[in-house]
C-alpha cells in the first residue's frame, strides 16, 4: 500500500476518534508531501470537515474552497466503503452552505451550484442514493 494511503487511513482513524487536530495534521501532511496524490483534494475536503466539527468555519470554508477552485473536476476517493460517490466539488459546496448556516449566513449562491451535481454526485443512506442538495431539505 502506498504510504499516503496509509496516512490517508490513519487521519480517518483520528477522525473516527475525534482527534479533529490530529487529524488535520496527518491530512495536510499528504497535500504537502504528496501534491501530485489523487488523495490530496479528499484531505482538503476532510480538513474542511474536521474545522466544520471543531466551529471553525472561517478555516472550513477555506479548505472547502481550495477543493472548488483547484480541484474542479476531482472525485470523492472511497477507500474503506462506497458510501458516497462523485464530484468532491459537490461535498464541498455542502460543507461551505453547512458552515454559512452556523454562522447564520445565507448560501443561495452554493446551493445553486450544489444542484448542479443532483445527477452525479450522492451519499447512499437506507440503501438509497441521495443528492447532498436533499440532504439540506
Same mark, same amino acid.
Given at each position: 500500500?502506498?504510504?499516503?494511503?496509509?496516512?490517508?487511513?490513519?487521519?480517518?482513524?483520528?477522525?473516527?476518534?475525534?482527534?479533529?487536530?490530529?487529524?488535520?495534521?496527518?491530512?495536510?501532511?499528504?497535500?504537502?508531501?504528496?501534491?501530485?496524490?489523487?488523495?490530496?483534494?479528499?484531505?482538503?475536503?476532510?480538513? *474542511? =470537515?474536521?474545522?466544520?466539527?471543531?466551529? $471553525?468555519?472561517? /478555516?472550513?470554508?477555506? +479548505?472547502?474552497?481550495? &477543493? #472548488?477552485?483547484?480541484?474542479?473536476?476531482?472525485?470523492?476517493?472511497?477507500?474503506?466503503?462506497?458510501?458516497?460517490?462523485?464530484?468532491?466539488?459537490?461535498?464541498?459546496?455542502?460543507?461551505?452552505?453547512?458552515?454559512?448556516?452556523?454562522? *447564520? =449566513?445565507?448560501?443561495?449562491?452554493?446551493? $445553486?451550484?450544489? /444542484?448542479?451535481?443532483? +445527477?452525479?454526485?450522492? &451519499? #447512499?443512506?437506507?440503501?438509497?442514493?441521495?443528492?447532498?442538495?436533499?440532504?439540506?431539505?
Amino acid at each position: 500500500m502506498k504510504i499516503e494511503n496509509e496516512l490517508f487511513i490513519e487521519a480517518l482513524t483520528y477522525v473516527e476518534s475525534e482527534l479533529y487536530f490530529d487529524a488535520i495534521n496527518s491530512f495536510k501532511i499528504i497535500c504537502k508531501n504528496f501534491e501530485k496524490s489523487n488523495l490530496v483534494d479528499d484531505c482538503y475536503l476532510n480538513v *474542511g =470537515i474536521c474545522y466544520m466539527k471543531l466551529n $471553525l468555519f472561517d /478555516k472550513a470554508i477555506e +479548505n472547502f474552497n481550495i &477543493v #472548488i477552485n483547484e480541484y474542479p473536476d476531482s472525485k470523492l476517493t472511497s477507500i474503506s466503503s462506497n458510501i458516497e460517490e462523485g464530484f468532491s466539488s459537490a461535498k464541498a459546496y455542502y460543507g461551505i452552505i453547512l458552515c454559512k448556516k452556523s454562522l *447564520g =449566513i445565507e448560501s443561495n449562491e452554493e446551493s $445553486l451550484k450544489l /444542484k448542479d451535481y443532483d +445527477n452525479n454526485t450522492y &451519499v #447512499i443512506l437506507n440503501n438509497k442514493k441521495t443528492s447532498f442538495s436533499k440532504l439540506l431539505v
